[in-house]
């Protein structure tokens, strides 16, 4: 049972936590020469079970060996006047980064003292994570996973005592129920939310810019918490967004990850295949209908014979890019992140309608703001609630000492990326105050 593994889990943290740190690190170091030897199947794996484009999914298996290798070549700075937790981290993570987010995040806690225990994802990504895992644990890493739906599993993975830290990524809804559980119970946390990340277009000019980026933000069909579906534009500026944003868009490519024509051919490059399911794919396409129906302007659909499929191919699970302006307030499509290729834009006449636009979600991970002066930049961004914003430019998550973390409902607990991520799952002196969204606090780093 769960309880079963987190009592095993406590188990070997109490071991783990006293094997010297050198050892640890070579032990980190044979599972990412492992992980990197396997590359192919487990980007194999990913393309296999959640769609993601071969592309992609090897960046996935690459982001987190790279990162985790700057984690063990920086671990003792990080580590200095620090000490592993009292009782092993407990991982709850979605499934499209089941590499760079997930296994990234396990090895870490590892290399800092920790034993980890991990809830596979229940739609996807099991078999990669697994194979993950099971190379870490030849090496002695202390890693267990256990499967089955969060109802089941978030009283063992939560709740329970011996659990020192709860790192968390999905949705608002569930990230709420989390919040409140490990804030009652004063244990540590890192939950990572969704929020809507928008794009704001404020006297800007550079057009050809924007039309680059603007398929770069398609990647894996906007199923990641930093993709950006909302697009706020200066309303004088609505046609030049459009003459910069409709060619680029129509330029998507879709299909299945696999699809050749001969069996030697090399694999399809895609911007994104299916989304996680069918159901998925419903209620998107229900959502897009609806919205319609209560006055959005659709601008652009995209057209499944412009995809890529195999003879006979089921398709329930894919969606074309879809565009809408001016999604009414009722639909989900104007407050919530829609985990999927389709993109909203509203048009405002000011800053302050800008701003507030900007800020439809009660706090985002990222944003970006394109205008031509930097000084309109600079006064504008620090109002805007989100933790990265960029000036023209996409933000991510980031890699190595880059820091991640979220404003409002999008984050709560201790911020992550370099040295951060190592706080967060170690003891520090007495009466440390992280840097984190906190009940008590909000602490920038």
Known sequence: TARQAVRAALDQHRAWRHVPLPERRARVTATLDALAQHRELLALLLVWEIGKPWRLARADVDRAVDGVRWYADGIDGMLAGRAPLDGPVSNIASWNYPMSVLVHALLVQALAGNAVIAKTPTDGGVACLTLASALAAREGIPVTLVSGSGGELSEAL???????????????????????????????????????????????????????VIPKLFDYGKQRCTAYPRFVVQRRLFDDFLAAYLPAVRTLRVG?????????????????????????????????????????????????SDARFLPGQDTSAYVQPVTLLNPPRSSPLHHAEPFGPVDT?????????????????????????????????????????????GHGVPRSRGDRDELFGGFGASWRGAFVGGDLLVRAVTRGPAGERLPGNFPEYQLMP
Request: glycine share 8%.
């Open 345 to 389: 834009i509203v048009l405002v006449d000011t800053e302050a309608e800008l701003l507030a636009a900007m800020n439809a979600s009660n706090g985002a991970l990222v944003a970006t703001l394109s205008t031509d002066d930097r000084s309109t930049y600079d006064r504008l961004a620090p109002h805007i609630r989100a933790f990265k914003v």
């Open 158 to 212: 939560v709740r329970a005592p011996e659990i020192g830290c709860v790192s968390f990524v999905g949705g608002r809804d569930t990230g709420a129920a989390v919040a409140t559980a490990v804030a009652d119970l004063g244990k540590r946390h890192i939950l990572e939310q969704e929020g809507l990340n928008t794009w704001g277009i404020w006297n800007h000019s550079d057009w050809d810019t924007l039309s680059a």
């Open 256 to 304: 299945h990850p696999l699809a050749v024509e001969h069996p030697a051919d090399p694999h399809p490059r895609l911007d994104f295949g299916p989304v996680i399911n069918a159901a998925k794919a419903k209620e998107l396409h229900d959502q897009v209908a609806e919205a319609v129906d209560r006055g959005a302007v659709p601008l652009h659909r995209g057209t499944p």
